[in-house]
């Protein structure tokens, strides 16, 4: 979400949310005078002069405050006449309604009461004297008559009323969660329900508005209340769908950022090695880290040269090749064949560095934190160019490969399942053409190996021990034949690929053939000559727009100069290489001294390829 977003957004929210605060305070003041325990028929102003407790007692609310004048005060009783000495006189009421009886206005002390400390002390005696006054009626002055209808132990009941009519009203709006319509007319049933109540019951009756009905008036706060609680769950609902919305359109943007940061990421790492993306993706929030220069250092890397010393040559812009169009097409061809085979996990530790022209740089064990481990700094990589072998196919050789003496080894193959393995070890007999078809012609063992590591075991054994063998067919169990055809030998003359081989050696850990992964192929009829070199480089990062990582040192000047001048169809090594190499059971042939430009007089080797006869 942009900034501008984010704003247009606060401030909508802003608005919104600022919208219910008069609902709010109406709700509130509603609330308020809903919960004050008011008697129907009662003015606010009536209940500030009295009110008496449901025993009778009389209490006087706001009472004190009244300013002093002439009260005068008339009591009403059910049953009997309350005469001026303060002796109640029997009377019977009309049946069904509330009589008043009024005081004869002989006793001179009720009469007139100047004094409001005298009025309240006379309504207390009352009160306490005469457990049957219900009424007391209350003058001002004689002409307007004020009458406070205290009835006593009733009005708690009515009031009960009131609020549980609000508080269920309250309780549908607060905790039902169902649509705004659904709860309007929840709320508007429970308020009928109470009218209905208050219309049938007997109870209220004494109290009455003389210009209302009371069943109006208590209906009445509650309707307002129902309205405001409607346009405040309209508003809720509102907001609700709004945020809804928002969260909706949120995700998208989340989704799509997490996209783009993706192809970011995917990008970036096309252009650089893995773990460099990865520095410069966790730390592009800060600019500082960007601004610096990323670099490494390692002690020992292997670095190598692949050209195609005859491109420039073979390049021409002519017709036939639709203007250089088909000579960029094989190039385009041969580097992507390259770029696809390091893409697979068992080259993860061979890094693409560049292309430049037709020469293909590749340099192996640029993993940052390897010389922190015990022995680190010994361990070095080395990329060979060495020949396929016929009748392997890409699938065939993740699951296991030999090399060219024979040696098993196992590409994914550990990582297949444990289960029943067969084992077919052929010899090859006939002629060549028929191995390229048949593969195989005498079996001489089946094993049933239900362990890789066994059957690895085994493989291996083979291969030391009979350099005459030809294929191996290995079935994963008796039905469905994976075969695995090694054709050992004939290598050279069926080799029409070139697969690219990662070497990796240590002084301690000795990994010689096993680590052979023949895999990728290149058209033979295409000549190339490589060179290699190892030792310590430096790596790192240059450019702000278009980043390139590369690796600068003696090293890569040398690794360079041994591909340049090289014998086409060669891999030429420096002297020290090839110390590391021999030693490690290759065979390596002195070239000579050559003259190398800038380094003087060095002694190169060529590697012996299992395809070469030097
Ligand atoms: N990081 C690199 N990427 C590509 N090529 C490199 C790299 N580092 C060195 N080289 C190549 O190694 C070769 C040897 O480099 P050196 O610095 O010794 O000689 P130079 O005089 O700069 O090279 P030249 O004479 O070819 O112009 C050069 O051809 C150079 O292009």
């Known amino acids: 979400m942009g900034a501008k977003e984010l704003l247009h957004f606060s401030s909508w929210s802003i608005i919104l949310y600022a919208s219910y605060i008069p609902t709010l305070l109406a709700v509130s003041i509603l609330a308020v005078i809903c919960w004050i325990p008011s008697r129907t028929g009662l003015s606010e102003s009536d209940t500030d002069y009295i009110t008496s407790d449901a025993n009778g007692s009389a209490s006087g609310g706001e009472f004190n405050s009244v300013v002093s004048g002439n009260y005068y005060l008339r009591i009403d009783c059910r049953h009997r006449n309350f005469d001026g000495d303060n002796t109640l006189l029997p009377y019977t009421p009309p049946p069904g309604g509330f009589i008043k009886c009024t005081r004869a206005p002989a006793s001179p002390q009720y009469q007139s009461l100047s004094d409001v400390e005298v009025l309240w002390q006379a309504l207390n005696e009352t ?93 009445f706060p509650i309707l307002i209340l129902i309205i405001l609680f409607h346009i405040l769950d309209r508003q809720m609902e509102f907001t609700a769908r709004t945020d809804f919305l928002w969260q909706a359109k949120l995700k998208v943007e989340q989704d799509d950022v997490e996209t783009m940061r993706g192809i970011n990421k995917i990008l970036l790492e096309n252009i650089l090695p893995a773990h460099v993306a990865q520095h410069f993706l966790h730390s592009s929030s800060s600019s ?39 000579c ?29 022209g037709s020469t293909y740089m590749l340099a192996s064990g640029l993993r940052p934190g390897l010389e922190d481990q015990p022995g680190g700094s010994n361990v070095f990589h080395l990329i060979l160019w060495i020949p396929s072998r016929t009748g392997l196919s890409e699938s065939d050789t993740d699951y296991i ?30 002629t060549v053409v028929i191995v390229a078809v048949c593969s195989y012609v005498t079996l001489v063992d089946v094993q049933e190996l239900q362990d890789v590591e066994v059957l690895w075991q085994a493989l291996n054994e083979t291969f030391t021990h009979s350099s005459n063998v030809s294929t191996v067919l290995f079935y994963r169990n008796r039905t469905s034949e994976m075969d695995i055809n090694m054709s050992l030998g004939v290598s050279d003359i069926f080799s029409e690929h070139y697969h690219l081989a990662i070497l990796p050696l240590a002084s301690n850990i000795f990994l010689p053939r096993q680590s052979w992964r023949p895999a990728f192929r290149i058209h033979r009829s295409v000549p190339k000559q490589r060179g290699l070199n190892h030792g310590p480089v430096i790596a790192g990062v240059i450019g702000a727009q278009k980043p390139q990582y590369d690796i600068w040192s003696n090293t890569v000047n040398v690794a360079s100069r041994m591909d340049s ?29 050559i003259f190398v430009k800038g380094k ?14 030097i």
């Not at 006054?133 to 406070?148: A, P």
């Not at 003496?405 to 590409?411: I, P, Q, V």
């Not at 001048?565 to 001294?593: F, H, N, P």
């Open 328 to 356: 960029l097409r094989l190039l385009n061809e041969i580097i992507c064949d390259f770029d696809k085979l390091l893409l697979k996990p068992k080259f993860s530790s061979i890094e693409k560095i560049k292309t430049i």
């Open 401 to 430: 490969t030999s090399d060219a003496n024979g040696s098993a080894s196992g590409g994914e193959f550990n990582s297949v399942v444990s289960g029943n393995y067969y084992l077919r070890i052929g010899i090859f007999v006939t």
């Open 600 to 613: 003087g007089t060095l002694t190169t080797y060529f590697v012996k390829m299992p395809y070469e006869s």
């Open 288 to 326: 500082r880290v960007t601004q610096d220069l990323y670099h490494e250092r390692y002690n020992c890397i292997g670095v190598m040269f692949a050209s195609i010393p005859n491109y420039k040559e073979f390049y021409d812009e002519n017709d036939v090749n639709k203007q250089g169009l088909e």
């Open 565 to 593: 001048c090289g014998v086409v169809g060669r891999l030429q090594v420096t002297e020290d290489t090839a110390k590391i190499l021999m030693a490690s059971g290759y065979d390596c042939k002195c070239r000579g001294q």
């Open 127 to 219: 009160f306490t004297h005469s457990s049957n006054v219900s009424t007391v009626l209350f003058y001002r002055n004689r002409t307007s008559e004020m009458d406070i209808n205290m009835s006593l132990g009733v009005s708690d009941i009515f009031s009960t009323y009131m609020e549980s009519s609000i508080l269920t009203v309250a309780i549908v709006f607060i905790f039902l969660r169902v649509g705004f319509l659904v709860k309007l007319v929840s709320m508007v049933c429970v308020v009928l329900l109470h009218f209905v109540v208050y219309s049938v019951q007997n109870l209220f009756f004494p109290y009455r508005y003389d210009d209302l009905p009371y069943q109006l008036t208590t209906w």
